[in-house]
């Protein structure tokens, strides 16, 4: 028995005569998932979206989408409807123990802003926006694995109906952070190295405004603390670390930054509007499998996550588009379309990824993240420069490297 026939979220239909092969199964309709799906669909292929939720469904993440993420909305035809629903962001002020770097986007690149859209709402749009463009989304549907079946891949799929199968050509796999399947079929060796961040919305009355506001402080050293604002006189409140902080646990950390001078500025006493939720963050690109045979591997599945500022929707988007262009190749016969996507995601990220972890590696301690602060403060075209590369606006240039940038801060 095998699924059929278009679906709407929530609805997975069972039919008792045998389904085609797909041309590509999607596993996981995350950002990463639903564009690759949605990209594929509208390039003609036959598609499958599977995944273990039912959408509308929340996903624990600070909702802020870069200028990056911005120009893939636009290719998705969405960024109108997330403007209407979301927050306009148009500055950018990250705090020291010693400086502070405050920007206007327009200054960093194109396209000069960003938005905050909460991911219950951003996922579910961008999954009607692949069911619209010709994809069969099938949820609640776990992938528990595959096999070989010559010319496709037999996915094993478990519903509340009872375990089934769906054929494809070509797979994608998008699952985000959670590596169980990866680490099951052997794509992954090991648990992947991840950071860890916690979440809470809480009310905001009358700030945060248009502004995304990072804290390097001594109440979230070595991680970060984030406000964004959410629109709605609220605002996502967040603290993200490399490691858990000596016997602090996360929830505890998140009420000392909930406490800290700097977020009480903003925030005053910062009435909780969900519960506090933390989940892992894959920034482990430069080490992470691409491809294996018949699967491209995108998104955080991938290790696409910015080792510094924990942003990953918009390389999300990025890279499930590049995997659907590379999955029309293999499904064309074009041979090597696997190895150029690989390649392709190389060329986009390897030299970001480099210098975002070497960047880590100041920001992590009070002294580092303080010089380059006050660095930036004096020049500000460099800062504008650096504010451009962290939130992907601009590109990182050719042998950037942090030491190299911290001197330029120093002499201009
Ligand atoms: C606390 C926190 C704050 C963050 N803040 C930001 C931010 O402000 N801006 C930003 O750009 N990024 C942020 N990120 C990172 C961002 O959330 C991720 O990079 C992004 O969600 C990756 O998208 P994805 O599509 O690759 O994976 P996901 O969004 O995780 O989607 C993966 C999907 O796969 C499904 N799935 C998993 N396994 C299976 C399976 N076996 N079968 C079927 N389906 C499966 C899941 O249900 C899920 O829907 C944050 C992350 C965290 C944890």
Redesign the pocket.
Known sequence: MEESGAARPGFFRRVTTPAPIHDLAV?????????AAYHAARAGLRVAL????E?P?D????????GR?VQELRRLELEEAVRRRGARIDRFDLRAPLGRVAALLQDAGSPGYAY?LP?RQL?AMLVERAVEAGATLLT?????GWEDAGTALRLS??TPAGVTAVSARQVIL?????S??ALRMRLLKRKPRS?????QYVAAPGGPGDTWHLHFSPATLPGYG?I?PTGDGGA?V?V?LEHRRGSVSLPELLRQYLHSREARRLLGDAAPRSAA??????CDFLASPLIAPRILI?????G???PL?????????E??RLAAEHAVRIVAGESGAAAAYAASLHDHYARLFAFSERLRGWCGNPWGVSALALGAMARPRLKNRLVGILLGDAPVPERADVARLARALWQG
């Open positions: 596993i996981g309709a995350g950002p990463a998932g639903a564009a599977l995944d273990r939720a959408f469904r996903k624990i993440c600070g909702d802020g989408l870069t993420a905050v991911r996922d609640p549907c776990e992938v528990r799929v478990e998008a699952t985000g952070a959670h169980g399947l950071m860890v961040a916690i979440r984030w964004f996502n967040g993200g939720r933390s989940f892992p963050l894959r995108a998104g955080e599945a991938a696409l996550v910015n500022t924990g942003e990953g929707i918009d390389y999300a988007l890279s499930g």
